[in-house]
Each structure stands twice: as structure tokens, then as C-alpha cells.
């Protein structure tokens, strides 16, 4: 099975800054927007575009993800802070040049 995300970026155009402001109808405009279909329990790195600032998600899945490295679904405790995120909205991307992410696809079993 298949998911997809979308990722988007807002970031400079011609060395100005886009604005993230509420246009007539109180939306925010449209960035950048690129759209990547994850699959399995398989990261994905996605590049970076050099000017991009900030990153918003949004997915039909639950999704991990971790700026600068490999995302990974915790088989266990993580306790070094290289966790990945699970459904993030929105991250600064500081210098970072890539986003690893990824979803789990499989059944959750729970006691009880």
C-alpha cells in the first residue's frame, strides 16, 4: 500500500522573502508545493531546495519524519534526542539539506 504527502516549503523568490500572510478570504497563500509518495516501512529523502525555510506537512497516513537525517520508526526507546517526529505540521529546516521520511505500513496490535 501506498500513501502520499504532501510537502510544502516556503521560501525566497528572486532574494525576496514570499510572504506568509492571510489573502482576501483569510487563507494562507499557496507556497512552493511538492507532493512525494511514500512506501512501506521505507524512508524516503526528499532534497531541500536551497532557499526553503520552512516545512509544513500533510499526509493521509501517519508519517515520521526527522530534518537532516534518515527518519525511522522507533522499534524501541530512543533517548539520544535522534527520535524521529510522528506527524509534524510544520518545522524549521535551518541548514539542514535533506528531510528523511516515512510511514508505517502494517498492523497495530494492542493488548488489553
Not at 53 to 73: L, P
Amino acid at each position: 500500500m501506498d500513501k502520499f504527502l504532501s510537502y510544502k516549503n516556503y521560501s525566497s523568490v528572486q532574494g525576496e522573502d514570499v510572504p506568509v500572510t492571510p489573502d482576501d478570504n483569510s487563507a494562507v497563500a499557496q507556497g512552493h508545493i511538492n507532493t512525494y509518495l511514500l512506501t512501506g516501512s521505507a524512508n524516503k529523502e526528499v532534497t531541500i531546495p536551497t532557499d526553503a525555510k520552512f516545512a509544513m506537512f500533510n499526509a493521509d497516513a501517519d508519517i515520521w519524519v526527522r530534518v537532516g537525517a534518515a527518519a525511522a520508526i522507533p522499534a524501541g526507546d530512543v533517548t539520544d534526542g535522534t527520535g524521529s517526529e510522528l506527524n509534524p505540521t510544520m518545522r524549521y529546516l535551518g541548514s539542514a539539506g535533506a528531510l528523511g521520511m516515512q510511514f508505517y505500513f502494517g498492523i497495530h496490535e494492542y493488548a488489553g
